[in-house]
């Protein structure tokens, strides 16, 4: 007997053993994930934002027709995934994109998804719709988009003016969820009902917002976590000492910058912190339409006098990129590689002999070490576009340009630039896809409104143009690489650094990826789990 | 007594009246509204979206007829609705009202039952190495900003205990709930408790010189029966003075102690709304907190005469 219950009691310990052993490795379900905020976001609708304030939150309440792979850390064209789309087929010489959608699929409040409701957001993101958006900042995006068609509940059909094989990753991003028909954008700003992984619970100003596991999602066995709980801390210090003393599992991503990711690798030694790009590039926005930028030779003097390393070793401690319009590689897919970016002025490794080069630009100009050049830098009143304008400033200094910090509040700040009241600005880019064509049509095209410099060159437009319609990658490169080149060169906006940012969670969180080339895609938080 | 009541209830309302005026024109003078701010963090400006928007949120319509609204719909309470989150501004505003009156009574408590005693003391043993302690200690308090005192405290008790004393909106038992307004409360108050200190001290030092002092003590009374029955009752007005005009100033205070422990109280909230230019939650929450402020001026006058009853209103 006594044998007997040694046989069961060692067949149930190597059980629990295996068991334990099996589950170890795999996924588990269950918890809640606490994350802090670092601001209150207006409202909830990610159509009506450009912020991933927005996306982060939201983003997992929705499901896009195509989405970025979410367990790799760089967005490709070659690892977008179907979501609500089943399949997706280009045909009609490139001019039309069918996606035929999945089956079965419900929003939160129970009513079945279909081909209209596909149409409907769409619509509305052209302003096509009777419903209207309040804000609409990524109308532009759908510029090359004649119409869209349904055939029957489940096919639906992008009608283009041109081919467009960018559109794909346009439609990929975080910004691009598909809303419901039934529900009005003025709901969806405070209630948002979606089809994704998670549901909204509730959203406090200044305070929280809570989302639940949504049991019927399409996809089986996911999410893994029960919900998700931020609580909104716009103090950064008491946001990292919360996270430091365990309060919360994962800091709000991108946003631990490089000296305090030290702090929290001192504090929280077992916390695991990611360093990526986050895709915003710090930039100038020069006033060529006026006195004195509207002179070149003054406008190539200040690009060659940027000592790009100094700004990435004293604001991320050596932790940036150099690079021009799009994110450089390893990690921007687009971006000039770097022996053609030193034959750009200003990039060339000799920071002095460049600024050499500009004094004598500004010589001819009529400026000299007696007759310097008063200018105002404004930028917002906002650390990160302060710090580097002050750094600016410092550097203009050796080229005979005595600037003057000029600080200007938010609210004022688009006005500001929109009326051309302003001399140079410090401005920062954020690109919500790694593609040209989101940047070069929004940033530097004739008459977009976040062209806030006004330049246009006719001849560029047509290369924009050229690049967006070639459908082979490499030829496609090659193209955007002339582009961009061309920018630099003419001081369409130059560009300073493009940043590096850390996101840290506790250990037991897994199935997080940050995102590499995009701050905008990665937190649909469907494989997240808690090893607790 | 009654005329006077009802000329001080009037000029409450004149008042409130002016300060009406002043929010709502002063709001208005800060350069850029809600809409500049939502295109702000849009990136983009659209001329026929915004005028739309202004026209949604009728903030395109002539000043006059803009204040005429509000304040006929704030005396018939209807308060409007916040620009940011589109829900009613009473529903965003009051439950946070209990959560800053709960921080700012404990801070004030904190303050008396802290300042009043300790001054006290420290008049008392005027001289003595207590008394030059009691100084620093006060001293250290004023100035100390509450935002660094609070920091300071988070950083020490995550480096000490492991915990973070923010804010918890689910406490499970009445000590953690205690604790969660404790905390901000003693750093909020520690400012307040110090000058409470000073002034109750010198006050203190005033009447311990007057001749009927010295008589209570020739007629053999106790230090402690001098001190806080003869003395102190005569040395609080002052006193009561200057917690009033704490109490006020204390919402200046909870600004950052509620940003540092993350208290979703009214404070931050009106920053908050301050920065997104939400016009009916600023305006009313500021009217609030006006009515608040002379409110307690009008009991700190009222308590003048419960404390000195040499002080008589009359016509």
Redesign the interface.
């Known amino acids: 007997m006594r044998s007997v219950r040694a046989l069961a009691a060692t067949a149930a310990l190597s059980l629990l053993a295996f068991s334990t052993i099996a589950f170890a490795g795999g996924p588990k379900q269950g918890g809640i994930l606490r994350m802090y905020h670092r601001d209150?976001p207006?409202?909830a609708s990610i159509h009506?934002?450009?912020?991933y304030s927005l996306n982060v939150p939201f983003m997992p309440v929705f499901n896009n027709l195509v989405i970025y792979k979410q367990d790799e850390a760089q967005n490709r064209m070659d690892n977008i995934l179907p979501e609500l789309a089943e399949s997706w087929a280009w045909a009609g010489d490139n001019k039309t994109l069918t996606f035929k959608l999945r089956q079965g699929v419900k929003w939160h409040d129970g009513k079945p998804f279909t081909s209209a409701d596909v149409k409907c957001t769409f619509d509305m993101l052209m302003g096509k719709a009777q419903q209207?958006f309040?804000?609409?900042?990524r109308k532009t995006w759908y510029e090359q988009v004649n119409d869209i068609s349904t055939n029957g509940d489940f096919e639906v059909s992008f009608n283009l003016k041109r081919p467009q094989p960018s559109l794909l990753a346009l439609l990929a991003s975080g910004y691009t969820p598909v809303y419901p028909c039934h529900v009005s954008p003025?709901d969806m700003?405070?209630h948002p009902i979606g089809t994704g992984p998670f549901k909204f619970v509730e959203f406090?100003?200044?305070?929280?917002i809570k989302l639940t596991r949504n049991t019927d999602y399409w996809r089986e066995g996911r999410p893994y976590l029960d919900g998700i709980e931020f609580?909104i801390?716009?103090?950064r210090?008491?946001a990292i000492?919360?996270f430091?003393?365990?309060?919360f599992d994962m800091t709000f991503p991108t946003e631990v910058s490089i000296p305090l990711l030290k702090d929290v690798k001192s504090?929280a030694p077992n916390a695991v912190c990611v360093v990526e790009p986050n895709n915003v590039a710090t930039n100038i926005i020069v006033n060529s339409s006026a006195p004195p930028f509207d002179n070149i030779d003054i406008r190539r003097a200040m690009a060659l006098a940027l000592d790009r390393k100094a700004f990435i070793s004293i604001m991320f401690e050596g932790q940036g990129d150099v690079g021009g319009t799009l994110l450089p590689p390893p990690n921007g897919l687009w971006g000039m590689p770097k022996e053609m970016l030193e034959t750009i002025p200003g990039y060339g490794p000799d920071v002095n002999a460049n600024r050499e080069q500009a004094k004598k630009l500004m010589q001819k100009a009529g400026y000299g070490p007696d007759k310097h050049l008063a200018v105002k830098i404004s930028t917002r009143n906002i650390p990160v576009y302060r710090d580097p304008a002050v750094i600016l400033i410092d550097q203009l200094k050796s080229i005979y340009i005595d600037g003057e910090l000029d600080v200007v509040?938010?609210?004022?700040?688009?006005?500001k630039i929109?009326r051309k009241d302003y001399m140079l600005g410090l401005n920062l880019t954020g690109n919500a896809v790694d593609d040209p064509d989101q940047s070069f049509y929004e940033n530097y095209s004739c008459g977009s409104?976040?062209n806030y410099t006004n330049y246009c060159n006719k001849e560029i437009e047509k290369l924009f143009d050229g690049q967006s319609q070639e459908t082979d990658i490499a030829k496609r490169k090659k193209l955007v690489w002339d582009i961009d080149k061309k920018l630099q060169e003419d001081v369409a906006r130059p560009i300073i650094f493009h940043a590096r940012t850390g996101t840290c969670w506790q250990p037991y969180v897994k199935g997080v990826t940050v995102m590499s080339n995009s701050s905008y895609n990665g937190y649909r938080y469907e494989d997240v789990w808690m090893d607790k | 007594m009654f005329a006077y009541l009802v000329r001080r209830l009037f000029l409450m309302l004149v008042t409130l009246f002016g300060i009406s005026v002043v929010i709502f024109f002063l709001l208005r003078i800060v350069p850029g509204n809600i809409v500049d701010i939502l295109f702000a963090a849009a990136g983009y400006v659209d001329p026929a979206d915004k005028a739309n928007l202004e026209k949604e949120l009728g903030i395109d319509r002539p000043l006059i007829v803009q204040y005429w609204h509000w304040i006929s719909g704030f005396l018939r309470g209807d308060f409007g609705y916040s620009y940011v989150s589109e829900k009613p501004a009473l529903q965003e505003i009051l439950p946070r009202i209990p959560i800053t009156a709960r921080l700012a009574g404990l801070a004030l408590l904190f303050s008396a039952s802290i300042g009043i005693p300790l001054g006290v003391i420290s008049a008392v043993k005027q001289g003595t190495r207590l008394d030059y302690a009691l100084r620093v200690v006060s001293l250290s308090g004023l100035s100390l900003p509450s935002f660094w005192l609070g920091l300071l405290i988070l950083t020490a008790a995550v480096a000490m205990f492991g915990q973070i004393p923010i804010f918890n909106p689910n406490p499970k038992t009445w000590l953690e709930a205690f604790a969660t307004y404790a905390v901000p409360a003693a750093a909020v108050g520690f400012r307040s408790a110090a000058l409470t200190m000073r002034i109750t001290r010198s006050s203190m030092l005033e009447v311990l010189r007057q001749d009927y002092i010295r008589t209570a003590r020739a007629k053999g009374a106790s230090d402690a029966a001098v001190n806080y029955h003869h003395a102190l009752k005569n040395a609080i007005l002052p006193v009561i003075t200057v917690i009033g005009i704490e109490a006020a100033f204390l919402i200046g205070g909870l600004i950052v102690t509620e940003t540092v422990f993350n208290i979703p109280g009214v404070a931050r909230f009106l920053v908050e709304a301050i920065r997104w230019r939400d016009y009916p939650i600023v305006q009313n929450l500021v009217m609030f907190i006006a009515v608040v402020v002379v409110f307690a001026n009008f009991t700190v006058d009222m308590l003048y005469a419960v404390f000195d009853p040499r002080i008589r209103y009359t016509d």
């Open positions: 209150s207006g409202n009506e934002g450009a912020t209207k309040r804000q609409n900042p003025g700003r405070t406090k100003a200044n305070e929280s609580t801390i716009p103090n210090s008491t000492l919360a430091v003393a365990g309060k504090q509040e938010t609210a004022n700040w688009f006005p929109a409104e976040r």
